[in-house]
């Protein structure tokens, strides 16, 4: 129990500080910086625990960045600044880094040494995982928002 | 209050209509999504006492019409919006000035003086590097790196941080920026395996060109999209696939380069 947690606490502390290096590169307020890191931390565990509980890991991400769709829709009500500022800091540590990078390495590999069998699958395998990814972190930071659509007034 | 909308001169109307423009095309080249941009547009109109405000998105240009007298008098105008860096604190200090019109009834001159004030809030470009870096090698560590690679990812992603203020320093086009950074970023990353430094160097590779991941290109294509500004989305989409595509040449070319053919 306690490796769990403390495997737990590791992980919100390595997921902040990306979160907080990216939100710099994008120029955020000073002040929000300090939430951008909670955003990182609350998305990246928040998936490992969906994970932990058995959900595959498209559908971890669709639900984490839910969440932090949500939390970034409280605070942007609180402080009057755009969900943006907050939500694509902290979806930064979910990105599918390695699959990604494995789908093009696979395409290389395929144009070097000619196409075969498990190289496309391969290739599939990776660029799918990275596809569904993406789109689940992308509707997932959208669904709260259009939550207010239908009253058709500003959230901020 | 109808009064003084019915006194609106043609000149103050088109004051009016360039100072929203002018906060439209600033939230519009730094990053904000379609939809903000359109309803802060709208609500400067209100707090300004013009009728209404209609925005017209493309992802290279602005049209905005303000309508007044009943719908009867118009002014319309068109912009340029050149893509510059993504900066969030402009969008926030377009936002801010736009409620405080609201909230304390302000003149348009306010609007002015307030949008010309508005410094980007630069961060040291020291700390960018080493924060930067850093995110990366925490990256790496998340997707089960060793040490080793971890100390890999911070070395190259800090070079081609370094490299990539150098480049939009010097004012290259984002495509040229990217696809050089992530060839500096490989070819660092990559030395770590040909001298078998590490035991993952497929994360350390990965991990290190994570700082040009389009981020935000793309979530806000997917923002857009979903709430009904379809050419706006398919814009963003497009620029964040070629950004994609010019650091996949730029690895590609690394790898080329140091002669490696996958593992």
């Not at chain 1, 769709?69 to 500022?85: D, E, H, N, Q, T």
């Not at chain 1, 997932?140 to 239908?150: F, M, V, W």
């Not at chain 2, 736009?98 to 001159?109: A, G, H, P």
């Amino acid at each position: 129990m306690l490796s769990i947690i403390i495997e737990y606490i590791l992980n919100a502390v390595f997921s902040a500080i990306p979160a907080v290096g990216f939100a710099m590169v994008f120029n955020v307020p000073k002040e929000s910086l300090l939430k951008c890191a909670y955003g990182g931390a609350i998305g990246y565990c928040s998936r490992q625990m969906f994970m932990d509980f058995g959900f595959s890991i498209e559908l971890a991400t669709f639900f984490a960045s839910s969440i932090v769709g949500m939390v970034a829709l409280y605070w942007s009500r609180k402080y009057i600044v755009p969900r943006p500022v907050y939500t694509i800091a902290s979806i930064i540590p979910l990105l599918p880094g390695n699959p990604a990078f494995s789908a093009i390495i696979n395409l290389i590999n395929m144009n070097a040494h000619g196409v075969s069998p498990e190289l496309i699958s391969m290739f599939i395998d990776n660029a799918l995982r990275t596809i569904i990814v993406l789109g689940g972190i992308g509707f997932g930071l959208a669904l709260p928002s259009l939550y207010y659509i239908r009253y058709n007034r500003p959230i901020v | 209050m109808n009064e003084k909308k019915e006194k609106l001169t043609y000149e103050e109307q088109t004051k009016i209509t360039r100072t929203i423009i002018k906060a439209a095309v600033l939230m519009l080249e730094y990053g904000a999504e379609s939809r903000l941009i359109e309803t802060v547009a709208q609500r400067l109109g209100k707090a300004l006492n013009v009728d209404s405000v209609e925005v017209s998105l493309i992802p290279s240009a602005i049209v905005l019409t303000t309508l007044n007298d009943k719908q009867t008098q118009s002014v319309t105008t068109t912009r340029r919006a050149h893509h510059k860096p993504i900066n969030m604190s402009i969008v926030c200090d377009v936002l801010k000035m736009c409620y405080k019109v609201e909230k304390e009834k302000l003149s348009v001159d306010f609007a002015i003086k307030a949008m010309k004030e508005i410094k980007p809030n630069y961060y040291n470009n020291w700390l960018k590097i080493f924060m930067v870096a850093l995110s990366c090698a925490c990256f790496a560590y998340l997707n089960e790196a060793d040490w080793q690679a971890f100390a890999t990812t911070f070395v190259a992603s800090g070079i081609a941080m370094f490299v990539r203020q150098e480049l939009s320093r010097k004012k290259f086009v984002q495509i040229i920026t990217f696809g050089v950074t992530a060839f500096v970023a490989t070819i660092i990353a990559a030395l770590s395996q040909i001298y078998n430094l590490t035991a993952t160097p497929n994360t350390a590779l990965s991990a290190s060109v994570l700082l040009l991941a389009p981020g935000f290109p793309f979530v806000n294509s997917v923002l857009d999209a979903v709430k009904g500004y379809l050419a706006m989305g398919w814009g963003r989409w497009m620029q964040a696939v070629l950004l994609t595509a010019a650091t996949s040449i730029g690895i590609v070319f690394a790898l080329t380069v140091l002669n490696i053919q996958g593992w």
